[in-house]
């Protein structure tokens, strides 16, 4: 099992504080989930120039004063805009990791990028080349499971997934030719005979997404190994 996965409760984009003055997504949440030794769960898409950013949205309406999507702009354009009127930017994965440096594990969602789908697994895989800290990448596409599987990294690869109905489960049981090490699961959908085949079968870990309520916390301790977490502290 992957036990830097498991051992840390895993803080969504961050530990941010709803957007107020600590945003998603910025080097100040991933500093603050450092500082409390939380693992990391980021957002990552292309720049227009093929560098991995992290950032959730595909445009930057709801997190900035600016408009338009965020694969029309460059990496240099991305990086000069704030996150709300926060003296954080939109940062790359290449600065984030730089700045978290092997603190505590950070967990990459690759987003949706349609036909520059590969070109963004290229650009993570390329990212974590000569990083040194504990890693796993994850993502719902299997269009992007299969394109970082085939990017040669050394990374665990996890499926993010959601559903209880038959369509979705086989859908997920599609992802583990990919060779997945772990898998997170909306916690809202436990438990269903997929989780319970990864874990017991399959001795997979699995976490939870997003965990906010104590009915949220029970679920994820009675059929999942790790939570990622929004809106509290988790208790030591």
């Known amino acids: 099992?992957?036990?830097?996965?498991?051992?840390?409760?895993?803080?969504?984009?961050?530990?941010?504080?709803?957007?107020?003055?600590?945003?998603?997504?910025?080097?100040?949440?991933?500093?603050?989930?450092?500082?409390?030794?939380?693992?990391?769960?980021?957002?990552?898409?292309?720049?227009?120039?093929?560098?991995?950013?992290?950032?959730?949205?595909?445009?930057?309406e709801r997190l900035t004063a600016e408009t338009g999507a965020v694969a029309e702009r460059s990496a240099a354009d991305l990086r000069q805009i704030h996150l709300g009127s926060t003296a954080d930017h939109i940062p790359t994965l290449a600065e984030t990791l730089e700045r978290v440096a092997g603190r505590v594990p950070v967990v990459i969602e690759m987003k949706e990028n349609g036909a520059r789908n590969e070109a963004l697994a290229r650009a993570v895989a390329s990212d974590l080349e000569t990083y040194d800290g504990p890693v796993?990448?994850?993502?719902?596409?299997?269009?992007?499971?299969?394109?970082?599987?085939?990017?040669?990294?050394?990374?665990?690869?996890?499926?993010?997934?959601?559903?209880?109905?038959?369509?979705?489960?086989?859908?997920?049981?599609?992802?583990?030719?990919?060779?997945?090490?772990?898998?997170?699961?909306?916690?809202?959908?436990?438990?269903?005979?997929?989780?319970?085949?990864?874990?017991?079968?399959?001795?997979?870990?699995v976490i939870t997404w997003t965990v906010r309520t104590p009915e949220d916390l029970e679920a994820t301790r009675r059929h999942a190994d790790q939570m990622t977490f929004e809106g509290f502290l988790p208790k030591g």
């Open 1 to 60: 099992m992957l036990s830097f996965l498991v051992n840390n409760p895993v803080a969504h984009r961050g530990l941010h504080d709803g957007n107020q003055e600590r945003f998603e997504n910025s080097l100040s949440a991933f500093d603050a989930a450092a500082e409390g030794d939380f693992a990391i769960e980021l957002d990552v898409q292309l720049s227009a120039d093929g560098k991995a950013i992290v950032f959730h949205d595909d445009t930057l």
């Open 136 to 205: 796993a990448v994850m993502s719902f596409s299997h269009a992007l499971l299969a394109a970082f599987a085939g990017a040669e990294s050394d990374a665990p690869l996890g499926l993010t997934a959601e559903g209880t109905g038959d369509h979705d489960l086989a859908e997920h049981n599609k992802a583990l030719a990919y060779g997945i090490a772990f898998v997170s699961y909306h916690v809202k959908d436990l438990p269903n005979r997929f989780v319970e085949h990864v874990r017991k079968d399959l001795h997979l870990p």
